[in-house]
């Protein structure tokens, strides 16, 4: 372990001990990265919508955890309709309408739950999910830092 690595766990571990659970010391966690520009020293791999390659995901580590923080994304007013009510729209969305906000997953955390459990993966052109067990795919053995081609979904 390298002395950089070794800074991050201490820092990852004083944020999450200083924070009131794990979501929210990897919310914190995720925004001091991107606010001090230092997320793509830590990125392990990006997804990008394949027809207009807009960026939907960053998988990135922290510490002992594989973290996804993925964007947030409008959805097109038909489907938004079809596929969510409006208390829902009201409580969980941006704007109350179709602006639905990013999210940080602790993709270990989610693998726990089984195979088929994933992170919706969504832009305006795109939306679907990936399996937390295919991201741990994608970066078993990537060094933070060196993410290599991203996966385009």
């Known amino acids: 372990m390298s002395d950089t690595d070794a800074d991050l766990t201490a820092w990852w571990a004083d944020m ?3 924070s009131e659970n794990r979501q929210a010391a990897l919310d914190s966690a995720y925004l001091s990265l991107v606010s001090a520009g230092a997320l793509s020293k830590v990125t ?24 996804c923080a993925v964007r947030d994304y ?19 969305t941006l704007d109350g309408k179709r602006w639905w906000p990013s999210h940080v997953y602790d993709v270990r955390h989610l693998a726990d739950f089984g195979p088929t459990v994933g992170i919706g993966m969504n832009c305006r052109h ?12 994608a970066v078993d053995g990537v060094r933070p830092g060196h993410p290599g081609a991203p996966t385009r979904l």
């Open 74 to 92: 409008k959805l097109p007013p038909g489907v938004n309709l079809s596929e969510s009510t409006e208390a829902g729209r009201e409580r969980n």
């Open 44 to 67: 392990t791999h990006r997804y990008l919508c394949r027809l207009r390659g807009c960026p939907i995901a960053t998988v990135f580590l922290i510490g002992d955890v594989v973290a």
């Open 126 to 137: 795109r939306r679907g999910t990936v399996a937390a067990a295919d991201v741990l795919a």
């Open 16 to 18: 999450e001990a200083k």
